[in-house]
């Protein structure tokens, strides 16, 4: 039911999108005039969108905003560090798993039950005496605290990943904006505009013309 739903809402969106006056769903832009000394990639640095780099952050991938951004090395090492950052993770659990610590200390004699990971510690403490035979109450023993070291790598790999994931949507922003504004900024100062007067009595207009040129 809900693919059928996701289904009926594309179309939809298809639909709509089809009837605007953008026309094809692909036509996102009108064509217009570009210099002819502008590259493909100067062109492509003045039409990515903003909202299309944050989009990406749905995505939980790290480095998309930057790979977006045309910055393919930079997401390369954003991904890296991703990676070493669940490395860490994973390590740190691993270590707090087999990390259980010491036994307490205890001046009583001890009672063990079970052996490897179901082992079970009591200390013997006397409570009296039946005959020469003595009685014991049962105290179960617990391990000490590990020393955590597993926990402080989980903690690192966290605190990196979150970090590695800020500097991608922060930074990968920040490099669409300024890519973008430096072309249109670059280009912008070549853009010679002039304006002439048009006049058809003939049809009782008239009006100025504006043009410009490269």
Same mark, same amino acid.
């Given at each position: 039911m809900k693919t059928i739903?996701?289904?009926?809402?594309?179309?939809?969106?298809?639909?709509?999108q089809e009837q605007s006056p953008g026309g094809d769903v692909l036509n996102e832009s009108?064509?217009?005039?570009?210099?002819?000394?502008?590259?493909?990639?100067?062109y492509r640095d003045m039409n990515r969108r903003l909202t299309v780099g944050l989009a990406l952050t749905a995505v939980p991938i790290p480095g998309l905003i930057h790979d977006y951004a045309g910055e393919k090395k930079k997401a390369k090492r954003i991904r890296r560090v991703a990676l070493g950052s !669940? %490395? =860490?993770? *994973? $390590?740190?659990?691993?270590m707090a798993g087999d990390d259980k610590g010491e036994w307490q200390d205890t001046d009583y004699n001890i009672y063990v039950?079970?052996?490897g990971d179901s082992e079970l510690r009591y200390?013997?403490?006397?409570?009296?005496?039946?005959?020469?035979?003595?009685?014991?109450?049962?105290?179960?023993?617990?391990?000490?605290?590990?020393?955590?070291?597993?926990?402080?790598?989980?903690?690192?790999? !966290? %605190? =990196?990943? *979150? $970090?590695?994931?800020?500097?991608?949507?922060?930074h990968g922003?920040?490099?669409?904006?300024e890519k973008r504004d430096a072309v249109r900024f670059k280009y912008g100062k070549q853009l010679n505009f002039s304006y002439a007067p048009e006049m058809n009595l003939k049809n009782n207009y008239a009006g100025v013309k504006m043009t410009y040129n490269f």
């Open positions: 739903i996701s289904i009926l809402l594309l179309v939809s969106l298809m639909y709509a009108p064509l217009m005039p570009v210099p002819a000394d502008m590259t493909f990639e100067e !669940v %490395g =860490l993770i *994973v $390590a740190g659990a691993f039950e079970g052996e200390e013997m403490i006397p409570i009296g005496m039946i005959g020469n035979d003595v009685t014991y109450d049962l105290k179960p023993l617990h391990r000490k605290q590990g020393s955590g070291g597993g926990g402080l790598l989980i903690v690192l790999g !966290v %605190g =990196l990943l *979150v $970090a590695d994931i800020i500097y991608d949507v922060y922003v920040k490099i669409i904006e």
